[in-house]
């Protein structure tokens, strides 16, 4: 069964800064996408980026990209000048790509505070 | 386009009552899962409907069921309610042309008194 581990339940970071959170995956499936999702007060889960498994060069959104490392199964999202908007909890989150095992595998979360 | 809705926003019922929550899913979408997140948790995967049918289902009991009907438009039914049912319950749709991308609604959040 695929697992995703975030261990860091907040982290803090200051408006302008760049702040990195961590994730650590676990599957031996060799093709699969991962995401971070974005969830504000306002419930709503908001998609912030994809990767692919297959494509090595690391995924990049206007101020957030990725460090996906495939062999240590690890895939981290940098936050590039940290908005007041950027506060919320975080959410890494596994997938096959198709078919009845298109669930999403989610991690605990982790706050993210940005200080003004 | 219409985005993924989810009704009611929130309601309050009585440990042993039975609840149906409700999902539209996004305009030309033909998938819908469920999800359910305790306080502070992420997101578990309920069951997932296409073609009106039962298409994956993840480690909750038989008193959790779904239907999907012919506009793809979904509900999620609990009976028996239990204290541990209180969460957010997400909708979300996705197309079997558009890779499967998840589009989550604005979520559900029952609490079982």
Redesign the interface.
């Given at each position: 069964a695929q697992t995703?581990t975030?261990s860091q339940p907040e982290m803090s970071v200051q408006e302008a800064e760049t702040v990195t959170l961590s994730c650590t995956y676990d599957t031996s499936e060799s093709d699969y996408y991962l995401f971070w999702y974005k969830q504000p007060p306002?419930?709503?889960?908001?998609?912030v980026i994809?990767q692919e498994a297959y494509k090595q060069q690391n995924a990049t959104e206007n101020r957030f990209s990725v460090n996906f490392q495939k062999a240590a199964k690890s895939f981290s999202l940098k936050i590039s000048d940290s908005q007041l908007g950027d506060a919320a909890m975080y959410?890494c989150?596994y997938?096959l790509?198709?078919?009845?095992?298109?669930?999403?595998?989610?991690?605990?979360?982790i706050t993210l505070s940005v200080r003004p | 386009e219409t985005g993924v809705t989810q009704s009611p926003t929130h309601l309050i019922k009585t440990r042993g009552q039975q609840v149906t929550l409700r999902c539209s899913s996004q305009s030309g979408h033909n998938t819908v899962s469920w999800y359910q997140q305790a306080l502070g948790q992420g997101p578990q995967f309920i069951f997932q409907y296409y073609r009106e049918e039962e298409n994956g289902r993840g480690n909750f009991p038989p008193r959790f069921s779904g239907l999907q009907f012919p506009n793809y438009s979904s509900e999620l039914n609990v009976n028996a309610l239990e204290l541990d049912d209180s969460a957010l319950y997400l909708c979300a749709s996705s197309s079997t042309r558009g890779g499967y991308e998840q589009y989550f609604g604005p979520g559900t959040r029952l609490t079982v008194t």
């Open positions: 995703v975030q306002s419930r709503q889960m908001i998609l994809r959410f989150a997938r790509p198709t078919g009845a095992n298109s669930k999403l595998t989610f991690g605990k979360g | -």
